[in-house]
């Protein structure tokens, strides 16, 4: 009576353990993966120079930001040096993701103060053309 009342209980038990066994790899690549971008996104912050896509944003103006959002660059090779195919992947995606969204950020700042210091100009010399008085002799 005791077997048959914990043969059921068993079958479940093993069940749900087979199931955790070809489980865990699989939520241990997706945790490496998570990892993988955590690092890149890190990395590219710090990576990035963000006062060369302004200054590229402010000379190029409207091409600044396009060829920030374009460009993408390859992260450093010492980040993946020993690690396995799908944390580089992973990372490589992560890096040139976060590295291009920075970079056009960047230059369309630059670009937008390109803007602005080109219309501060403009008011400047039309308010000058305007309140200088003209005399005709």
Do not use: H
């Not at 896509?53 to 993946?80: C, R």
């Not at 490589?92 to 602005?116: E, F, M």
């Amino acid at each position: 009576m005791i077997k048959g009342s914990f043969g059921n209980l068993g079958k479940a038990l093993s069940l749900f353990l087979a199931v955790l066994i070809l489980a865990v790899p699989v939520l241990a690549q997706q945790t490496s993966t998570q990892q993988a971008a955590i690092e890149a996104d890190n990395l590219a912050k710090k990576n990035v120079n963000k006062f060369l896509w302004f200054g590229i944003g402010f000379l190029l103006n409207f091409v600044g930001p396009a060829v920030g959002y374009l460009l993408a660059p390859a992260p450093p090779q010492t980040a993946l040096v020993g690690k396995s195919p799908e944390y580089v992947a992973a990372f490589t995606d992560a890096y040139q993701r976060k590295a291009k969204s920075i970079q056009g950020t960047y230059g369309l700042y630059g670009c937008l103060v390109n803007t602005a210091v080109w219309v501060a100009l403009y008011a400047l010399v039309f308010a000058a053309a305007t309140t200088t008085p003209y005399y005709w002799y």
